[in-house]
C-alpha cells in the first residue's frame, strides 16, 4: 500500500470501510429479526457513506491524472459510473430475486470492499493546501517607479 498523503485519504477509506461494514452486516443478520428503526438507522448510514464516497472520487480523480489528460481521465470515470448507474438496478433485481436481502448486501459488501481496495492503491491523492502567507508591504501591489 502506497503512503497515505492526506487527511482527505483517511476521509474516503474511511467512508469505504463504514460502508463496508453496514453492508456486511446487513447480509449477516436477519432484517426482520431487527427493529424498523434499527433497520432504518443501518440503511441510512449506509447508504449515506456509501454516497459520500462516491462524490469524494470525482475529486480525487481530478488530481488523479496528469494535466495532460484530466479531461478524459475524469470523463472516463463519470462514465464508469454511469454504466454502473445502469448496471447496478439489474444487479440489485437479480440479487433480491435469487438471494434476497442478504445476498442483496452482500453483493453490496463485495462490490464496496473492491472499492476501498482500489482506492487504498491510488498512487495521487488530492495534495495538502498550502497557506501561502503574503508580505504586508505588498499589499498595495509594487510600488510604481
Not at 44 to 66: E, F, R
Amino acid at each position: 500500500m502506497t503512503k497515505m498523503k492526506t487527511s482527505m485519504t483517511l476521509l474516503v477509506l474511511a467512508m469505504a470501510a463504514g460502508t463496508v461494514a453496514g453492508s456486511a452486516f446487513l447480509a449477516s443478520v436477519a432484517i426482520s429479526s431487527l427493529s424498523g428503526s434499527s433497520v432504518l438507522a443501518l440503511l441510512a448510514w449506509t447508504g449515506g457513506l456509501m454516497n459520500a464516497t462516491q462524490t469524494t472520487m470525482y475529486a480525487l480523480a481530478a488530481h488523479v491524472y496528469p494535466t495532460a489528460i484530466r479531461a478524459t481521465g475524469v470523463g472516463t470515470a463519470v462514465a464508469f459510473g454511469r454504466i454502473g448507474g445502469v448496471v447496478s438496478p439489474y444487479a440489485g433485481a437479480w440479487a433480491l430475486e435469487s438471494g434476497g436481502p442478504s445476498r442483496y448486501f452482500a453483493l453490496l459488501t463485495a462490490t464496496m470492499a473492491v472499492v476501498f481496495v482500489t482506492l487504498a492503491a491510488v498512487r495521487n491523492h488530492i495534495p495538502r493546501a498550502r497557506v501561502v502567507h503574503r508580505d504586508p508591504s505588498m499589499a498595495a501591489g509594487p510600488a510604481r517607479r
